[in-house]
T-cell receptor
Framework: AQTVTQSQPEMSVQEAETVTLSCTYD???????LFWYKQPPSRQMILVIR??????QNATENRFSVNFQKAAKSFSLKISDSQLGDAAMYFC?????????FGTGTSLTVIP | GAVVSQHPSWVICKSGTSVKIECRSL??????MFWYRQFPKQSLMLMAT?????????EQGVEKDKFLINHASLTLSTLTVTSAHPEDSSFYIC????????????FGEGSRLTVL
């Protein structure tokens, strides 16, 4: 069975600093996608970044980057130069075929 | 990115009544949509997969007769909570995957249901 684990229920970061959110997953599949979603207080889920499993290069989107370790089944999200608007719940997600699996989320607080 | 719109954003109803929530893909056709339920400070729980032109696929433990899903067109799926009770109060979120996309889900704004 596929599972996604986020071991950090809550994290905090000082504004302008860097924070890393952890995510591990369990799968026997070789072809899959990984995502990080952000859910701000407005509650709408927003895609932050995606990673295709067949790609060795880590995905980057502006201040957001991932550290994808396929063998270790690890997919962490690094937020650089944190901003107040980054405060939200962050969900790691795994997709294979038409099935999506979400982690339990990490609540990120950004301290001014 | 693709746009998924959900309506209403919030609804309050009396116990025993039915409530319909709409999910529309505004700029793409979605043969499949997903309905999630989210409790406070928890993750998304997949309720069902809505398939255009056919019956929805429900996850284990989700009552088909309680949560009616209809996917009548390629851009619209509806979730009807029938005979709602206070324990049905929750945040309901729909999502869709754009065909031929890189695989991510696009989410609606969510609907907050409160049953009195």
């Amino acid at each position: 069975a596929q599972t996604v684990t986020q071991s950090q229920p809550e994290m905090s970061v000082q504004e302008a600093e860097t924070v890393t959110l952890s995510c591990t997953y369990d799968t026997s599949e070789s072809d899959y996608y990984l995502f990080w979603y952000k859910q701000p207080p407005s509650r709408q889920m927003i895609l932050v970044i995606r990673q295709e499993a067949y790609k060795q290069q880590n995905a980057t989107e502006n201040r957001f980057s991932v550290n994808f370790q396929k063998a270790a089944k690890s997919f962490s999200l690094k937020i650089s130069d944190s901003q107040l608007g980054d405060a939200a719940m962050y969900f790691c997600a795994y997709r294979t075929g038409n099935q999506f699996y979400f982690g339990t989320g990490t609540s990120l607080t950004v301290i001014p | 990115g693709a746009v998924v719109s959900q309506h209403p954003s919030w609804v309050i109803c009396k116990s025993g009544t039915s409530v319909k929530i709409e999910c529309r893909s505004l700029d793409f056709q979605a043969t499949t949509m997903f309905w999630y339920r989210q409790f406070p400070k928890q993750s998304l729980m997949l309720m069902a997969t809505s398939n255009e032109g056919s019956k929805a696929t429900y996850e284990q433990g989700v009552e088909k007769d309680k949560f009616l899903i209809n996917h009548a067109s390629l851009t619209l799926s509806t979730l009807t909570v029938t005979s709602a009770h206070p324990e049905d109060s929750s945040f309901y979120i729909c999502s869709a995957r754009q065909p031929l996309s890189l695989g991510e889900l696009f989410f609606g704004e969510g609907s907050r249901l409160t049953v009195l």
